[in-house]
């Protein structure tokens, strides 16, 4: 049967202390292995709605916009396949490169979880959750404002959707042509930035 999108033979899902279940890694990937290449349906703003409101509740959890006014959903006949498992953390060990595809950060040695943070890939649903990542730096809350955070801005440079980088590159440069000091969320405060 074919598949909507490719995951690596290096992992497998399996039950997972952050959410029932997770992908795991079962041979070593080396930084910046593709794991997975998400596919689906490139879905318009308006068809999203309605599906949302008709027969898809959660679709927001299997959805990644891919430019203003489209998304890709994975909402496939059959159920969830393996690439729908990859969980939160606030410590990643796997990033986002172009819109589809989830490349490892670092090494990552078998029996590693591998989590992406979700800021990579969500800058517009509205919504926030409980994080239970378990990691030393979990933030607590994640929302979908946490792509404007400076400090997750560089750490995962590189790593983010080109949706999201495409948002931070915006907001930079409405920020310089405008002359205006623009705020970007910290961990704890509202930081200003030229």
């Excluded at 410590?91 to 992406?116: F, Q």
């Excluded at 649903?125 to 400076?150: A, E, H, I, N």
């Amino acid at each position: 049967m074919l598949k909507h999108s490719y995951v690596s033979g290096k992992v497998k899902v399996n039950r997972s202390g952050i959410d029932h279940r997770g992908v795991f890694a079962v041979e070593p990937i080396r930084k910046n292995e593709i794991i997975a290449v998400w596919g689906g349906f490139i879905i318009s703003q308006s068809e999203f709605v309605k599906l949302e409101k008709t027969c898809f509740k959660e679709i927001e959890n299997y959805a990644t916009r891919v430019a203003d006014g489209f998304f890709l959903v994975s909402c496939k006949k059959g159920g969830l396949e393996d690439d729908d498992f990859f969980n939160h953390s606030c410590s990643p060990n796997a990033g986002i490169k172009g819109h589809l595809i989830i490349a490892a950060m670092r090494d990552i040695s078998p029996g590693e979880e591998v989590t992406y943070d979700y800021c990579m890939t969500d800058a517009d649903f509205d919504y926030s959750f409980k994080c239970r990542c378990g990691s030393p730096r979990c933030r607590g809350l994640v929302t979908t404002k946490d792509w404007m955070k400076p400090a997750l801005q560089r750490e995962y440079k590189g790593y983010f959707s080109w949706y999201v980088q495409e948002k931070i590159e915006e907001l930079r440069r409405k920020s310089s042509a405008s002359g205006k000091k623009n705020t970007l969320l910290t961990e704890k405060k509202v930081c200003v930035i030229k």
